[in-house]
Nanobody
Framework: QVQLVESGGGLVQAGGSLSVSCAAS????????LGWFRQAPGKEREFVAA????????YYADSVKGRFTISRDNVKNTLYLQMNNLKPEDTAVYYC????????????????WGQGTQVTVSS
């Protein structure tokens, strides 16, 4: 069992930056691929970024590539998402999740989820 708790969401103006974190507890943090997903009102949950449990390689959705950076600290058991040049369309609840796969962008392959943190980008 892995417990995930997100923090750091908030309100920011378009073009600004925000960082969200995800603290993990329970089973071995380094044994999981970790991902960020987001869900806007009325929309399906979508993949944002993931970082592989195998070699730490990052993967990004095209919509955030070049603006967002995912990272993990296996000592602190914490996952991070640095978001720069934010756009109103980035507004959503952001969820961190853990998967036993080497890497995945499919939410069905993530078995542990946090409760989410709201990110709102004003125009």
């Amino acid at each position: 069992q892995v417990q995930l708790v997100e923090s750091g969401g908030g309100l920011v103006q378009a073009g600004g930056s925000l960082s969200v974190s995800c603290a993990a507890s329970g089973r071995t943090f380094s044994g999981y691929t970790l991902g960020w997903f987001r869900q806007a009102p009325g929309k399906e949950r979508e993949f944002v970024a993931a970082i592989s449990r195998f070699d730490g390689s990052p993967y990004y959705a095209d919509s955030v590539k070049g603006r967002f950076t995912i990272s993990r600290d296996n000592v602190k058991n914490t996952l991070y998402l640095q978001m720069n040049n934010l756009k109103p369309e980035d507004t959503a609840v952001y969820y961190c999740a853990a998967s036993p796969r080497l890497w995945s962008k499919s939410y069905s392959e993530y078995v542990y989820w946090g409760q989410g943190t709201q990110v709102t980008v004003s125009s």
